[in-house]
């Protein structure tokens, strides 16, 4: 799992890191919107599930539904 940054200001970004505690996994910052655009992400929170090889597998918009990630994880 990694976070994925592009809205505000890297150093906004740090503060949010350092805000939340958010250290169990890595957080990267693209200022360009590339990659969120790739993942059809237009909001947060999102997520999007990639196979081993880097291929989408499923997304959502909106709140972390477990059970349906957890699922989507053990068939995909």
């Given at each position: 799992?990694?976070?994925?940054?592009?809205?505000?200001?890297?150093?906004?970004?740090?503060?949010?890191?350092?805000?939340?505690?958010?250290?169990?996994?890595p957080?990267?910052?693209?200022?360009?919107?590339?990659?969120?655009?790739?993942?059809?992400?237009?909001?947060?929170?999102?997520?999007?599930?990639?196979?081993?090889?880097?291929?989408?597998?499923?997304?959502?918009?909106?709140?972390?539904?477990?059970?349906?990630?957890?699922?989507?994880?053990?068939?995909g």
């Amino acid at each position: 799992m990694v976070g994925l940054g592009t809205q505000d200001s890297a150093e906004e970004a740090v503060e949010f890191v350092e805000m939340t505690g958010t250290t169990s996994f890595p957080m990267y910052w693209d200022e360009t919107f590339q990659t969120w655009t790739a993942f059809g992400i237009s909001a947060q929170p999102a997520v999007a599930l990639l196979s081993p090889d880097g291929e989408p597998i499923a997304g959502w918009l909106g709140g972390f539904p477990e059970d349906e990630i957890l699922d989507a994880i053990r068939t995909g």
